[in-house]
């Protein structure tokens, strides 16, 4: 079974937020929530960069690991998702995950935001697929279609990744070694900041 993973190119991403949009329009997502997020580092620098965030659907997801009642579950593909009729909106996940994917749907006090909401991967719940229910909870479940997620399928440069982690994996790697930064891409020069010469 294929792991399904996301993977954002920084070189590509023209910080264009359309998988923001896509994201919000295929799940009719309320107000003030944005399952995916493009966060720009060094923002008017030189060494600028986008990428396009999300759930990442860890495998060994730290939202789930302290989460009281085990509302966060795996699917066969990897990915993770949240029931929200066990969830009881205590935020524990929200301070777990590194990458801010969990949210609250309104800003109060505790047990007045509401259930977590978060990136499902185009995938659903855990209701019976393409129902009403299961849309009006999670948003659309392009999976169960056979259709990869929107946000991804809508990214005009093709930064922003989805599908099977090994398939991912061998294309960014083909673009890695075109680009001439070989297989030190993410190594010592990068991590420090030294010139990478193309």
């Known amino acids: ?91 524990y996940c929200f301070y777990a995950c590194p990458f801010g994917a969990p949210q609250y749907p309104r800003v109060g006090n505790f047990g007045g935001r509401g259930k977590m909401d978060k990136c499902t991967y185009c995938a659903g719940g855990p209701q019976q697929d393409n129902t009403i229910v299961e849309y009006t909870q999670y948003g659309s479940n392009r999976i169960a279609e056979g259709k990869l997620p929107l946000c991804a399928e809508m990214c005009s440069t093709k930064a922003l990744l989805a599908g099977d982690g090994e398939m991912i994996a061998t294309i960014y790697r083909e673009r890695v070694q075109a680009r001439g930064y070989g297989a030190g891409a993410w190594g010592w020069r990068t991590a420090y900041r030294e010139t990478v010469t193309v």
């Not at 919000?24 to 966060?39: A, C, F, L, Q, S």
């Not at 509302?71 to 029931?83: P, Q």
Request: glycine share 6%.
């Open 1 to 91: 079974m294929a792991r399904m993973k996301f993977l954002c190119d920084s070189d590509r991403c023209i910080e264009c937020n359309a998988c923001v949009t896509a994201c919000k329009n295929e799940h009719e997502v309320p107000w003030g929530i944005n399952r995916r997020r493009v966060v720009t580092i060094n923002d008017g620098r030189p060494g600028e960069r986008s990428i396009s965030m999300a759930c990442m659907h860890c495998t060994d997801a730290p939202c789930a690991a302290v989460c009281p009642v085990s509302c966060f579950y795996t699917t066969a593909d990897a990915i993770v998702l949240h029931d929200k009729d066990l969830c009881i909106g205590c935020g």
